[in-house]
């Protein structure tokens, strides 16, 4: 079986919703431990946390998580892609692939993972080496990438995240299809937020 961790990505600025929506409550959690949850259900390890300005409250919040390594993002302002790097570069050498969470999201369920690990165990050997999944015919997140593409990270710039590596590959993506919608819902805006509290009750008391 390979190693497989996770990259959590939480050093935004919420500049379209205006405050730090990684923080807002839901379901008496900050918003952000919804995806660090997932990952740890699935087994993933290590996983890394990647904060920028409210790196203490991400501290705080996951104090009772000794399996999680909080890494520091100091460049955040340039965009997701410094976090991403810095993720890579702490797991460089350490797992097979990696998952990439984005911590906005936080109706992602472990079946996502566990689906996408499996297609990743099958399919890897015939040259996939981007597993996606895919909610309701729309791309989502979290994106598992193996290790053959770490320094490919070394070349991503500002706010693209691993778009132009995804391009890049994309012959060697692999998208796994789910029916659900909501499960790739992630917070930008106030109007998010509103839906988010519409529609969280029937996931929060599954989490």
């Known amino acids: 079986m390979k190693k497989v961790g996770a990259i ?4 935004g ?3 379209r919703m205006g405050k730090p929506k990684l ?3 839901l379901g008496g959690k900050p918003l952000f431990r919804y995806s660090v949850n997932t990952a740890t259900a699935a087994g993933l390890k290590p996983i890394v946390l990647i904060g920028g300005k409210h790196i203490e409250e991400l501290r705080k919040h996951t104090s009772d998580l000794t399996e999680i390594e909080i890494i520091e993002n100091r460049d955040y302002e340039s965009g997701m892609a410094s976090s991403l790097k810095a993720g890579i570069q702490a797991l460089k050498g350490r797992t097979d692939a990696v998952f990439v969470f984005l911590a906005d999201q936080p109706f992602v369920p472990p079946i996502v993972i566990t689906k996408l690990l499996e297609s990743y165990d099958q399919y890897r050997k015939e040259g996939v080496r981007i597993f996606r999944p895919k909610y ?12 053959e593409l770490f320094d490919e990270f070394e070349q991503i710039q500002g706010d693209e995240g691993g778009k132009s590596i995804v391009q890049k590959h994309y012959s060697s993506l692999m998208a796994v299809p789910f029916e659900n919608s909501e499960w790739g819902f992630d917070i930008d805006t106030t109007e998010d937020l509103l839906k988010l509290k519409r529609i969280a009750p029937k996931y929060i008391k599954q989490k």
């Open 8 to 11: 959590i990505l939480a050093a």
């Open 13 to 15: 600025m919420s500049k």
């Open 23 to 25: 923080l807002l409550s």
């Open 136 to 147: 309701n015919n729309v791309l989502g997140h979290p994106v598992l990438f193996d290790a």
